[in-house]
């Protein structure tokens, strides 16, 4: 259930970071009133949190052998995503932000 984990929070990753990057492309830094850039950016890198740690957490305390992996599967996604890409691809590069 760990590969599964890892593999569900890879698509999560993709489909979400491909929607969040091209949106945040199209604002640019413009000032027509719509959320900026890196607000954006800031907003896909909490989910991304929130689907990779904070889910996996929670499936932990569920105490199933299926939740045990998928949250184990869900929170190594989530680092080695982090890890792999230089927290490109999950967010947390400060680079992405300024």
Do not use: D, E, H
Not at 8 to 19: A, E, K, P, Q, R
Not at 62 to 79: C, D, E, H, S, Y
Not at 81 to 98: D, E, H, K, R, V
Request: proline share 3%; with cysteine; charged share 0%.
């Amino acid at each position: 259930m760990a590969f599964a984990g890892v593999g569900i929070y890879s698509v999560v990753n993709t489909v979400l970071g491909f929607f969040i990057f091209f949106a945040a492309l199209s604002q640019g830094n413009s000032t027509s009133g719509g959320p900026s850039a890196s607000v954006l950016v800031a907003v896909g890198a909490v989910i991304l949190v929130v689907v990779g740690l904070v889910a996996g957490v929670g499936l932990l305390f569920v105490r199933k052998p299926w939740a045990t992996g998928m949250g184990l599967g869900l929170m190594i996604g989530w680092a080695l995503w982090s890890i792999t890409t230089a927290g490109f691809c999950t967010g947390i590069n400060p680079g992405l932000y300024g």
